[in-house]
């Protein structure tokens, strides 16, 4: 399994400091796992192959596309920063 843990500060509260971690199996298409962290609380959640083809229809994007753009935005780390905003609600 490989994992991903990269630091965000949410537009929405730019003082807060949260962890991101992302891990997976094979490669982010076929789903991953995501944990959440301010470092007091932990939210966790996982997103299955279904929900990212889903997802990829109803922004009507190419299936591909979008995970390459799920990878820059949860994987890639400080070479996106700037490029993605993160709201935490």
């Known amino acids: 399994m490989e994992k991903t ?39 966790t959640g996982t997103v299955s192959e279904a929900e990212i083809s889903r997802e990829a229809a109803d922004m009507e994007m190419n299936r591909e596309k979008y995970v390459e753009e799920l990878k820059k935005a949860l994987i890639a780390g400080e070479g996106s920063a700037g490029k993605y905003n993160f709201a935490v609600s």
Do not use: M
Request: charged share 20%; glycine share 6%; with cysteine.
């Open 5 to 43: 843990l990269n630091r965000i500060h949410p537009v929405s509260d730019p003082e807060a400091t949260y962890f991101l971690q992302v891990s997976w199996e094979k490669d982010l298409s076929t789903g991953f796992g995501i944990i959440l962290s301010d470092c007091q609380c932990a939210w």
